[in-house]
């Protein structure tokens, strides 16, 4: 037989889903595992969510919609980005994707060249290099200082003749470092200056703990070379329902769009109605589940610092990042080994060294995991 691609065996599996599953299946066998391994909230879909939904599918929404979504959708994303997010956008701006992962791999397919490359700010989430090296492209990577976890002068000396795109995360996963204003006017002045595009992933936006969230498009000049990934998994816990979206300049969303249509055509229908009434329902639900995000990282930070760990900032999203000695996949294969708890190592972050606990999971979930940690 003929090998296979060898674009697609050069690209590492996701480090969050096969630790996860690795703890699914240890749970299938019935030990007692603990995963802060995926970032998913365990809650459910608000019902007002799933009624929409249902209601959809029993008036017979099962069919092709417009490939960049349901216009009641693309429009309610608009006004929602007009409101909340500081710069304007269009209907025709818009486009509904199959999760957030799939706005940011169509936006690589749409912007790079194979000569390109895309700056990451390491620890950077494990999606974005496969993506760009999907997408034909390379990737540098520029670390940001541990301590801070915000931006400074040295992310200029990271830009190479190659650098085309920067991929920007806040709240980010792994660290939980919301970028301040001044990391984002530095960000929007380096791009500015060398004419880069953005993807600015704000998938966390609703999940910050006393620090204010800015969007990068937001800033002097931004909005026409930014493409902003959000969605719908972690405000509204819709992680299944597969509903993200991107707003881009028109010649950027028209690409990705192209992208779309030959490849998943649009997100399922019936879903997409759900994602409709989660932005134009109640929105107590979302702070409901902030709220008790906090709680749950008020408990875990101080907790795992009281065990002598150095933690990162933890002002957004939910994930504790913890600095460990020695080799991080080690310590996380011999955590899920000795403690059952599962953990994903920093190294698929780009920042060995370190370990991502998520905190989407009770309180008593929680507990037991310090627990056990501390017998280490
Ligand atoms: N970006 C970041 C930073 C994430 O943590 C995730 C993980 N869920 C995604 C994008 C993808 O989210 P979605 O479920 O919408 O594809
Ligand atoms: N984004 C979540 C995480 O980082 C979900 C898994 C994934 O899509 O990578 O754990």
């Not at 500015?192 to 998938?203: P, W």
């Not at 000049?221 to 819709?238: C, L, W």
């Not at 008593?364 to 627990?371: G, M, Y």
């Amino acid at each position: 037989m003929r090998g296979l691609s060898e674009k697609i065996a050069a690209i590492a599996p996701s480090a969050t889903i096969e630790i996860s599953n690795a703890a699914k299946r240890m749970a299938q066998e019935g030990i007692d595992v603990i995963s802060l391994s995926i970032g998913e909230p365990d809650f459910d879909t608000p019902e007002h969510i799933t009624d929409a939904c249902i209601d959809a599918l029993h008036r017979g929404e099962t069919h092709y919609a417009p490939s960049t979504g349901i216009p009641l959708l693309t429009s309610a994303i608009a006004e929602k980005i007009t409101r909340e997010n500081g710069f304007s956008a269009g209907q025709d701006e818009v486009i509904v994707t199959c999760g957030a992962k799939n706005a940011i791999y169509e936006a690589m397919e749409a912007v790079l060249n194979p000569a390109d490359e895309v700056l990451l700010l390491d620890p950077a989430w494990v999606s974005y290099e496969p993506c760009a090296r999907l997408a034909g492209a390379s990737v540098r990577h520029h670390a940001l200082s541990a301590e801070t976890f915000q931006v400074d002068d040295s992310l200029l000396s990271a830009i190479g003749p190659r650098t085309k795109m920067i991929v920007v995360n806040s709240p980010s996963n792994p660290s939980g470092a919301v970028l301040d204003r001044d990391s984002l006017r530095l960000i929007a002045d380096i791009c500015t200056d060398h004419d880069l595009y953005v993807v600015s992933d704000e998938i966390y936006e609703k999940l910050v703990y006393a620090k204010e969230h800015v969007s990068l498009a937001s800033l002097d000049g931004m909005a026409e070379r930014t493409i902003t990934v959000n969605g719908f998994s972690k405000a509204y816990a819709m992680t299944g329902w597969r509903i993200g979206y991107a707003i881009a300049p028109r010649p950027i969303l028209r690409q990705m769009e192209k992208v779309q249509q030959h490849t998943i055509s649009h997100p399922t229908t019936f879903a997409m109605f759900g994602a409709l009434a989660a932005l134009e329902g109640p929105q107590d639900c979302v702070e409901t589940m902030r709220r008790e995000f906090e709680r749950r990282r008020d408990y875990i930070i101080p907790a795992l610092r009281d065990l002598g760990y150095v933690t990162a900032p933890a002002d957004g999203a939910f994930y504790a990042y913890v600095q460990v000695d020695g080799d991080d996949m080690a310590v996380a294969r011999s955590w899920l080994r000795d403690i059952h708890v599962a953990v994903t190592p920093g190294t698929a972050f780009g920042t060995p060294g370190w370990l991502r606990l998520s905190y989407a999971t009770s309180m008593e979930n929680l507990k037991e995991a310090v627990e056990r940690i501390a017998r280490i």
